[in-house]
């Protein structure tokens, strides 16, 4: 199978102003946006399929394991085990709102009329506020049909006007 992919690159802002790079890349199945720092790291991603006609949002994540900046002399230290690298934590700073915006500027962009997706019981337990900021993002989110064929407990949908 030959895959059709394309990469673009956008810039979002997390509450403070700092600048993060979004990379974009389109593939015959679906999307996948890469968050990066400063320095190229990939520190977050949204992965999407499309399913029936429409955009699904399998996955977004920020990351909370990013080894902060450090000189050549302290990560050569940290690598012989002496002393540790900090890490980074990209979480509660307004990423994944942001990127789930850009996500569906997109899906706009793109002619899709709604974003699908799930949440699953892992991600409710790790992250109980989970389904109230989807709400707050502006999504419907639904207990599920006991019989339902898709994965998660929760079904989130937004209409895209």
Same mark, same amino acid.
């Given at each position: 199978?030959? *895959?059709? @992919?394309?990469?673009?690159? /956008?810039?979002?802002?997390?509450? @403070?102003?700092?600048?993060? +790079? ?7 199945? $679906? ?14 991603? #949204?992965?999407?399929? /499309?399913?029936?006609?429409? *955009?699904?949002? $399998?996955?977004?994540r920020l990351r909370n394991d990013v080894p902060a900046? #450090?000189?050549?002399?302290? +990560? !050569?230290?940290? #690598? ?6 900090? *890490?980074?934590?990209? +979480? @509660?700073?307004g990423l994944g709102t942001a990127l789930l915006a850009?996500?569906?500027?997109? !899906?706009?962009?793109?002619? /899709?009329? !709604? ?10 337990t790790r992250w109980p506020d989970l389904p109230a900021?989807?709400?707050?993002? $502006? ?7 006991? @019989? ?5 407990? *929760? ?7």
């Amino acid at each position: 199978m030959i *895959l059709h @992919n394309s990469a673009t690159a /956008f810039v979002i802002q997390d509450k @403070n102003q700092k600048p993060y +790079r979004i990379d974009w890349l389109r593939g015959d199945h $679906g999307w996948s946006l890469w968050l990066c720092d400063e320095r190229g790291w990939r520190i977050g991603y #949204a992965h999407t399929t /499309f399913r029936n006609g429409g *955009l699904f949002l $399998g996955d977004i994540r920020l990351r909370n394991d990013v080894p902060a900046p #450090a000189s050549w002399l302290r +990560r !050569a230290l940290a #690598a012989r085990g002496i002393g540790k690298i900090p *890490l980074m934590d990209y +979480r @509660n700073r307004g990423l994944g709102t942001a990127l789930l915006a850009r996500l569906e500027i997109l !899906a706009r962009q793109e002619g /899709f009329s !709604a974003i699908t997706g799930c949440i699953v019981e892992s991600d409710i337990t790790r992250w109980p506020d989970l389904p109230a900021w989807y709400r707050r993002q $502006g999504y419907s989110v639904i207990e599920k049909e006991p @019989n339902s064929s898709d994965i998660g407990r *929760l079904r989130i949908e937004k209409p895209l006007l």
